[in-house]
């Protein structure tokens, strides 16, 4: 069934431009963000909230030491930077035209299997973390590993953890079994930060029909993915490549569930030299981070008219010319992952999506 839309000639009279400068506009994963000469990028491109990652295969110390850079960079460029920890920091981000920096790890490995941990980075204002990076780790499979075995003990006992002190469980590069365990054991609702549809691009990294409906069930949502071999078997997808991907999944749990997660990164091109993301890619191989079967080699085309984060305002028009109405496109933009982690971190005293 296909999602409700505007009627015919009702996306001509709205404003794109005026909807995307009002609406709450977050992208969900931003490597690249951690290269400080790009965080402007994110600003031209009228992002309210952006999520860094800030750790992932790293020790506590490591993780702790990237934390500390964040929260100095933050300070020096406190007039246009601001560390978001609430739904309401969404809103206040957009009140002071600042931009937001959600802290986001990408693996589970900053916590040393200590459980205690948790509670520190949820103090230091980490809100997002990713179960696995593709490969097994002490909490389950990832989506890359050779078997697709479930939660561990130990998972279990994280899962329970980050949802009493309300950090959201993020099942992104994460195994089949694995996230449907993890929806079972989570009394909050999970995300996928950065996530596509298989059934659209068939790749290890995109999520099945069943991951998909197992997350709206758990009140969920699922930011699309940019990176081109995960949008389309294309080389230079365009931005209507990935929307098939917002299509299909609204049609098959709603649009409730769907948001932005772009995954911009260093080795993107236009970002970095072919020889460098080739160098990257290497690397990636040989340290068993990736593999063949999901990355093909570089150069790494986003979406044509989602080149780089300063284009988000495209995504917006994108958004009414294929028939999303204002409400659904704001929902799109932001108001979707600000309603979950309202649920997770604890609610917002405004409504999601819009400055009033």
Known sequence: MEPSRVAKGE???????????????FDGTCPLLNDTRYIDYWRQGGVTVAAPTVAADDDSKSALAKIGRWFRIIRERSDDLMHVKSTDDFLRAKSRKKLGILFHFQNTLPLERNLDLVGVYHALGVRVIQLTYNVKNFVGDGCDERTDSGLSDFGVSLIRE??????????????????????????????????????????????????????AASRGVIGLNGFPAFVS????????????????????????????????????????SQQGAEQMYRSALAR??????????????????????????????????RGYSVEQTRKVLGANFMRVYSEIWGCSTRPAGELS
């Open 288 to 321: 068993g981070a990736w593999k063949k079967s999901a990355y093909p080699p570089p150069p790494y085309h986003y979406p044509e008219g989602m080149e780089d984060p300063r284009s988000f305002a495209n995504l917006t028009e994108t958004l009414l010319r």
């Open 162 to 215: 980050m949802n009493r002190v309300g950090i959201a469980v993020d099942l992104s590069h994460t195994g089949v079994r694995t996230t449907l365990d993890a929806m079972q054991v989570s009394e909050a609702p999970v995300v996928f930060s950065h996530g596509n549809a298989r059934s659209v691009c068939d790749n290890p990294r995109n999520l099945t029909d069943e991951q998909i409906k197992a997350l």
């Open 233 to 272: 078997k294309s080389a230079r997808p365009t931005l209507d490549d990935m929307l098939k991907h917002l299509d299909y999944i609204a049609d098959l749990v709603g649009i409730d569930h769907v948001g932005i997660g772009m995954d911009f990164f260093a080795g993107q091109a236009g970002i970095a």
């Open 11 to 25: 996306e001509s009279v709205i404003d794109a431009m005026e909807l995307h400068k009002r609406s709450i506009v």
